[in-house]
């Protein structure tokens, strides 16, 4: 099954979001890819994120 996202709004100071589209594109993502990498970083390093176990598949 594919993992399904949920949209919603984000309201953003406009020079923060041109910083973070030139951040997104050295290093080949898009605004929201790099948006999602940065979140799932500061949750991982927070301890707030906990990996899911793959199934075995036989």
Do not use: C, H, T
């Not at 979140?39 to 598949?57: D, F, I, M, V």
């Amino acid at each position: 099954m594919a993992s399904e996202k949920k949209a919603f709004v984000l309201r953003i100071q406009p020079d923060i979001l041109k910083g973070m589209e030139k951040w997104a594109a050295d290093e080949f993502r898009s605004v929201n890819g790099q948006v999602e990498y940065l979140l799932l970083q500061a949750l991982k390093e927070s301890g707030r994120w906990k990996e899911k176990k793959a199934k075995k598949q036989d």
